[in-house]
Antibody, heavy 117, light 110 residues
Framework: QVQLQESGPGLVKPSETLSLTCTVS????????WTWIRQPPGKGLEWIAY???????NSNPSLKSRVTISIDTSKNQFSLKLTSVTAADTAVYYC???????????WGQGTLVTVSS | QSALTQPRSVSGSPGQSVTISCTGT?????????VSWYQQHPGKAPKLMIY???KRPSGVPDHFSGSKSGNTASLTISGLQAEDEADYYC??????????FGGGTKLTVL
């Protein structure tokens, strides 16, 4: 069965770039929308962006100018970069497989990224 | 793109039914049959419970059901069980290849 695993630094300094990778195992990265979602401590879920396996992407309008999402089909991985981070970007970041309408499953276990100097 | 509106909390006794609402607009919930619901236990990743408004993935108990009327979607949990106590989030397609989540509802089983 398909499993997803996030990886990346747990601590990022303000104004720097947050970089995370999601590795997909147990299945192909083809034919789905590969999605990033985040959850600030004690708060709700926020959709960040998704990328279709062909490379087309879209992101949350509130984050669009700072978000880059990419995919490496040869490694079965997709990645997130969020620039100019502030404390407000501190959150658990999840990756998930989905379709255009959501249908997000499965999810990775999530990784906490703290923005602090 | 505003978050969908959910009640902050709901509660019910074992065996009872509860309904969690998710209110959006004609640009999201009301405009598409792409509403999904997620269950999240503390410290865990969310789990898909309902997709495309009413469909239940394999393995999700049949006492979970979804519906929609106008701009409001609903998740009904009948025959409440202790293990249903969790946070629940709705999510809708919002057009132009975007998704939007609700603020989340904490379900307490009394």
């Amino acid at each position: 069965q398909v499993q997803l695993q996030e990886s990346g630094p747990g601590l990022v300094k303000p104004s720097e770039t947050l970089s995370l990778t999601c590795t997909v195992s147990g299945g192909s990265i083809d034919n789905y929308y590969w999605t990033w979602i985040r959850q600030p401590p004690g708060k709700g879920l926020e959709w960040i962006a998704y990328m279709y396996y062909t490379g087309s992407t879209n992101s949350n309008p509130s984050l669009k100018s700072r978000v880059t999402i990419s995919i490496d089909t040869s490694k079965n991985q997709f990645s997130l970069k969020l620039t100019s981070v502030t404390a407000a970007d501190t959150a658990v970041y999840y990756c998930a497989r989905g379709n255009i309408g959501g249908l997000l499953t499965p999810w990775g276990q999530g990784t906490l990224v703290t923005v602090s100097s | 793109q505003s978050a969908l509106t959910q009640p902050r909390s709901v509660s019910g006794s074992p065996g009872q039914s509860v309904t969690i609402s998710c209110t959006g607009t004609s640009s999201d919930v009301g405009g598409y049959n792409f509403v999904s619901w997620y269950q999240q236990h503390p410290g865990k990743a969310p789990k898909l419970m309902i997709y495309d408004v009413t469909k239940r993935p394999s393995g999700v108990p049949d006492h979970f059901s979804g519906s929609k009327s106008g701009n409001t979607a609903s998740l009904t949990i009948s025959g409440l069980q202790a293990e249903d106590e969790a946070d629940y989030y709705c999510c809708s397609y919002a057009g132009s290849y975007t998704l939007v989540f609700g603020g989340g509802t904490k379900l307490t089983v009394l």
